[in-house]
């Protein structure tokens, strides 16, 4: 019989703050994990979130609402160093 998954305590906490300007590779259900930059919501006409991050992705343009709870887990994988 395979393993279960591990599954993390509810409410964790991420390894590491993102801050402005970073470098991640963020990931949207669907596609594979893509370079991103932490951004401003404000460049780009939208309110912005404090429990959200603001991702903009490298080569097309997209952008992502992050929770801050999917940090590490679902939508930003890892940041990236500089």
Known sequence: MAP???REAKGA???CELSLGDLVLAKV???PAW???ISRPEDWDRAPDPK???VLFFGTAE???SDLSTIGRKNILVKLPQ
């Open 4 to 6: 279960g998954r591990k």
């Open 13 to 15: 906490k991420p390894n």
């Open 29 to 31: 259900k669907g596609f």
């Open 35 to 37: 370079p991103a930059k």
């Open 52 to 54: 959200k991050y603001f």
């Open 63 to 65: 952008i992502l609402l």
